[in-house]
């Protein structure tokens, strides 16, 4: 349970905030995901980095802000943030079957439950 | 992009019998199927996947079938216990040599009573 930790695990926010979400990935995988899970509504991949690149950010708004300094680390930068953000948000990780040798598996990390005021 | 459809949203059994949540997808190039289970506060933990050169898959109380023709695959969990009670969410991907990109379904409320 502790190959991929984030933290902090709550946090609550005012609109006019900043603050950031912090993930680490001990497995040694290539890539990194950051995903919005609210209630009643499937995960939503939000951005994927691969080997610190990013490779995929789904239309999300700007006042998210990732940012991958290696591939054990990935960060979500927080900034006047709406009552509708407030969500579980998720990192995970997993190591690319066909480049990395892995099996694309994704593993989650615990989350951070984001309440915003 | 692909998309994902799961039914039921919600599914009661009773302890010993079997469950059966299914799911469907858009794009044919999909070929990486996990199912994830996620039990109430805790992360979602990946229970079994399989990839579109096969059909099945077991491991003990849990299989997964594909159908690719029919672009739907499922899972079946046999003698339900108490503990098998949390969401499921099935998903799908495609590997290319990059980062794998899942799309979820909107998950099953499994509840296995007594």
């Known amino acids: 349970e502790t190959g991929v930790t984030q933290t902090p695990r709550h946090l609550v926010m005012g609109m006019t905030n900043k603050k950031s979400l912090k993930c680490e990935q001990h497995l040694g995988h290539n890539a990194m995901y950051w995903y919005k899970q609210s209630a009643k509504k499937p995960l939503e991949l939000m951005f994927v980095y691969n080997f610190k690149e990013q490779t995929e950010n789904n239309s999300v708004p700007s006042r998210f802000s990732p940012e991958c300094p290696n591939s054990s680390h990935l960060f979500l930068h927080l900034h006047t943030l709406q009552p509708e953000d407030s969500a579980l948000y998720l990192c995970?990780?997993?190591?690319?079957?066909?480049?990395?040798?892995?099996?694309?598996?994704?593993?989650f990390g615990p989350g951070t439950r984001l309440t915003v005021l | 992009g692909e998309n994902v459809e799961q039914h039921p949203s919600t599914l009661s059994v009773q302890e010993g019998d079997s469950a059966v949540i299914k799911c469907t997808y858009s794009?044919?190039?999909?070929?990486?199927f996990p199912w994830y289970k996620q039990e109430l506060g805790k992360r979602p933990q990946l229970i079994i996947d399989i990839r579109s050169n096969v059909g099945e898959k077991k491991d003990q109380r849990i299989a997964v079938t594909l159908n690719k023709t029919a672009k739907h695959f499922s899972l079946h969990i046999t003698e339900t216990q108490p503990e098998d009670s949390a969401v499921y969410f099935c998903?799908?991907?495609?590997?290319?040599?990059?980062?794998?990109?899942?799309?979820f379904g909107t998950g099953t409320r499994l509840q296995v009573t007594l």
């Open positions: 794009d044919s190039a999909s070929n990486y």
């Open positions: 998903a799908a991907s495609i590997t290319a040599g990059t980062a794998s990109k899942l799309t």
């Open positions: 995970a990780s997993s190591q690319d079957g066909l480049a990395g040798g892995g099996t694309d598996t994704q593993y």
